[in-house]
């Protein structure tokens, strides 16, 4: 378990420290307070000298095609403080008195480049056969460190979209599932974990009655006429004549399959939800999240939570108060020294709320 962060250096977080973590981490403020920025530290935790799981810290949108919105270099440039002209990113993790310091540094440069290399890299061909031509591009030079160890390199140039990074020379004993707020509408979901357990499967349907109470199960159908070339997962249902796909369901009913799978593929490490209440009505809230928590702390997942909705913590606040000992609030602020952050238990935080009427967030 995680039991303190301290980030020195990342986008827009400057010195900033969580203490006394929790099983359960609720984290709060207003927007562009950091809340994003503390999951993506997490995230990079899982394999630091991974340049791909860096790549995944861009926030890139996935729907978009490749060769549109945002360049890695653009990506990478914005993982740094903008405030400060020393590209640096540094952080600090705490897990019961095992103590890791990280380092990303990076360079920026101009590096005369062979054309027919850029335009590979820019994902693009030359209208005409470039033989020996160069052009000045922008280069950013990155190294990783871990614990005062450089454990990897690479370079990025400006525009380019394509990234034949490096794997891992090493294989990550951290397990860490991070998930953002708009991943189920993609209906990627982790239902191959669930249904190698049959105990959590039960109740897993049993909660998810809370959106179609004439649920029977959800099967995997593997028929390859499916134009995704893949299976697909199907919900049958008392309600309908046949198996629907899950994407046929609504953003609800998806979002709520979504976190409850990621709890079972998270067992024994650590579960990042980014705004984890967006598309789960209000009268669902309190089944589905009870059974979130209870379900962490049962598999020994560690929990990290952002929101900005008060109904929503208030509900994760009191779903079951047998948890409140586990779960701690953070609200995190930024001021013209950088970033600070008020911590609350959860008894402390219903206190303050219900009876002093703090504004938790």
Sequence with gaps: MISRIYIKSFRGINELSLGDLLPINILTGDNNSGKTSVLEVLQSFEDPTNFRLWRKLIRKDARMPRDMGMSYYEGFYDLFNINSEEKKIEYTIDCDGDMHNIVMTAEETIEEIDENKLY??????????????????????????????????????????????????????RKIVYISPIRHADGDVFLSSVLNHPDMYQEMLSVLKEFDEEIISINYDSDSSHSSRKGVYKILSNSHDKALPLNVYGDGMKKAVLLMSAVIAARDGILLFDEFETAIHTSAMDKVFRWILNTCVKLNVQLFLTSHSKEAIDKVLKCDSNLLDDIALYTLYKDKDGSSVRRLSGRKAIEAKDNMGLELR
Excluded: H
């Design 120 to 173: 590979e890299l820019q994902g693009v061909r030359p209208l005409n056969d470039v033989l020996g031509n160069f052009q000045e591009v922008s280069k950013l030079e990155i190294e990783v460190f871990v614990d005062g160890n450089k454990v990897s390199e690479d370079s990025i140039y400006e525009g380019q979209i394509r990234t034949p990074l490096p794997l891992s020379r090493n294989k990550s004993e």
